[in-house]
Nanobody, 122 residues
């Protein structure tokens, strides 16, 4: 069983920064590829960022490149998403997940957290 708990969301003005955290209850966390997705009202869950088990490879959705950074601390069973220069378009519920097949398709992720709300005001 893998349990994931996200935190760090909130209400912030455009241009500000937030750091999201996802803590995993998993014996073999260091072997899991992890990703962040987000879902806005009325839209599909979309890929945001991916990180390989050791942290050496990362991928990002084009709209967040240069603004968001995904990282992980395997000793703490935690993956992070540092979000800078936030825009109103970033408003969504953010979820972390354990990747199974592809890195960018929500249907290929095996486990999800409950999500944390990020609201960016203009």
């Amino acid at each position: 069983q893998v349990q994931l708990v996200e935190s760090g969301g909130g209400l912030i003005q455009a241009g500000g920064s937030l750091r999201l955290s996802c803590v995993a209850s998993a014996r073999t966390f260091s072997g899991y590829a992890m990703g962040w997705f987000r879902q806005a009202p009325g839209k599909e869950r979309e890929f945001v960022a991916f990180i390989s088990p050791g942290g050496g490879r990362t991928y990002y959705q084009d709209s967040v490149k240069g603004r968001f950074t995904i990282s992980r601390d395997n000793a703490k069973n935690t993956v992070y998403l540092q979000m800078n220069s936030l825009k109103p378009e970033d408003t969504a519920v953010y979820y972390c997940g354990v990747a199974g097949g592809s890195y960018n398709l929500a249907r290929d992720y095996n486990y999800w957290g409950q999500g944390t709300q990020v609201t960016v005001s203009s």
